[in-house]
């Protein structure tokens, strides 16, 4: 089955320690996408990529990282610069940056 | 961006029509009409887009207004397992950020 997967479902991390969200898709899309979603919000862009070797910050980026060495992975670092880290994370892919995008099943991180 | 504004929330009755209202008054003419929905807990999923005209599909219809300043998702029949959030999305199709810009969309309550 093709579809895109999110690992671990919960993140427990003490402050002060850097953690990665690990998005996997096998839908062979171009673009992927990390969102981040606080309690009772929509959702907002951390960052994003059209290409493997390629990405952008998207609206609130500052004290996040990714990388995209492969066409199917998208992992995001979550470290100690970002100040509020306690949220759902949710990543995303879709064939072209503007055609519909599928969703995992998000990673719901809390710092302790 | 052109932003949309939706009720906070919705009830219904399980096998009723819902009708679920976006105004997007500030639409511009490459914007498309996107609508996803979220379970409790879950990444967003996909429902219908549309452009100018009134789009169906197996979940859903999409009406537009003439204008498209306005547009409406209806469920024919709901059920309990549509419950959830409803975001109604303005996407430019243009080789862009690609990212989709949520609102707090329209919690839908369906009764039994």
């Known amino acids: 089955d093709g579809g895109i997967t999110q690992s671990p479902k919960y993140l427990f991390r003490k402050e002060g320690q850097n953690v990665t969200l690990s998005c996997e898709q096998n839908?062979?899309?171009?673009?992927m996408y990390w969102y981040r979603q606080d309690p009772g919000q929509g959702l907002r862009l951390i960052y994003y990529?059209?290409?493997?070797?390629?990405?952008q910050k998207g609206d609130i980026a500052e004290g996040y990282s990714v990388s995209r060495e492969k066409k199917e992975s998208f992992p995001l670092t979550v470290t100690s610069a970002q100040k509020n880290p306690t949220a759902f994370y949710l990543c995303?892919?879709?064939?072209?940056?503007?055609?519909?995008?599928?969703f995992g099943p998000g990673t719901r991180l809390t710092v302790l | 961006d052109a932003k949309t504004t939706q009720p906070n929330s919705m009830e219904s009755n399980e096998e009723e029509p819902v009708h679920l209202p976006c105004n997007h008054s500030?639409?511009?003419?490459?914007?498309?009409i996107h609508w996803y929905r979220q379970l409790p807990s879950q990444g967003p999923e996909y429902v219908i887009h549309?452009?100018?005209s009134n789009v169906n599909n197996r979940m859903a219809s999409l009406a537009i207004a003439e204008d498209r300043k306005s547009s409406t998702l209806i469920l024919h029949r709901a059920t309990l397992r549509d419950a959830a959030v409803y975001y109604c999305?303005?996407?430019?199709?243009?080789?862009?950020?690609?990212?989709?810009?949520f609102g707090k969309g329209t919690k839908l309550s369906v009764k039994p």
């Open positions: 995303a892919s879709s064939i072209l940056d503007y055609s519909e995008q599928f």
């Open positions: 839908l062979n899309h171009d673009a």
């Open positions: 990529s059209q290409i493997v070797n390629d990405f």
């Open positions: 500030t639409i511009s003419g490459t914007d498309y």
């Open positions: 549309g452009l100018t």
């Open positions: 999305i303005l996407r430019a199709v243009v080789r862009s950020q690609g990212n989709l810009i």
